[in-house]
């Protein structure tokens, strides 16, 4: 699976909108990058999954790069409640089977 | 529509105890996943297994730990003879099986071990 970058924390201010930048420079053609978030003491929260169109749910929309060497999450307003490590994975193309965690960004939402 | 169910989500052994975490996965999932989160650190994998089968063990402990997900009943992950080492939030994860693009992974809340 390829490796990714996050910066290793980032904070915003309540109401605004929280980019989560992730480099994967190594990624490879088959590969997708998933987001994932764990709030202090729970299990991590699958959040969005793409492979090079940008993807928008109810919970935020991913933006990935024409050469899908980097990719951007964005949580359009964010919330107290949005304070959490987010995780940015390359993998789990068609027929992989898990998903590799690297350290993640904490965000910091400030009221 | 109960998600991931592990229990209990708090354990406390003493060295040398066996202890044994238990993961139900969401109705209609089919793969399970183990993952362990030391202290101030990330999620590291240890094993996928389908009802009956262990698929990937790559990131399991050569001795000590098993893992089990029987035709019946819940997931167990066992550690025997744990050590103050093995504290730590042990995560399960379930997904339907048809390839991560289709079924993302759907965590529990873990269960916390703690050695004494």
């Known amino acids: 699976d390829a490796k990714t970058t996050q910066p290793p924390s980032m904070d915003c201010a309540e109401g605004r909108a929280a980019n989560l930048p992730c480099n994967h420079s190594t990624i490879s053609g088959n590969e997708y990058v998933y987001w994932y978030r764990q709030i202090h003491s729970q299990g991590p929260q699958y959040i969005i999954h793409g492979l090079k169109n940008n993807e928008t749910n109810e919970m935020a929309s991913l933006i990935i790069t024409e050469d899908r060497k980097s990719s951007t999450l964005i949580l359009p307003h964010a919330t107290l409640r949005d304070t959490a490590v987010y995780y940015c994975i390359v993998g789990g193309g068609q027929g992989a089977q898990k998903l590799v965690f690297g350290q993640g960004t904490r965000l910091t939402i400030n009221p | 529509n109960a998600g991931v169910m592990q229990n209990p989500r708090h354990l406390v052994r003493r060295r040398g105890q066996e202890a044994r975490l238990r993961c139900s996965p969401m109705?209609?999932?089919?793969?399970v996943y183990w993952y362990r989160q030391l202290p101030e650190e990330g999620l590291k994998f240890m094993v996928y297994?389908?009802?009956?089968?262990?698929?990937?063990e790559s990131g399991m402990p050569k001795e000590r730990f098993s893992a089990e997900f029987p035709k019946e009943g819940p997931s167990i992950l066992r550690i025997q003879q744990v050590v103050r080492g093995d504290s730590a939030a042990y995560f399960c994860?379930?997904?339907?099986?048809?390839?991560?693009?289709?079924?993302?992974?759907?965590f529990g809340n873990g269960t916390r071990l703690t050695v004494t």
């Open positions: 109705k209609g999932h089919s793969h």
């Open positions: 994860a379930s997904s339907r099986g048809t390839g991560l693009t289709n079924s993302p992974l759907h």
């Open positions: 297994l389908q009802k009956e089968n262990i698929i990937d």
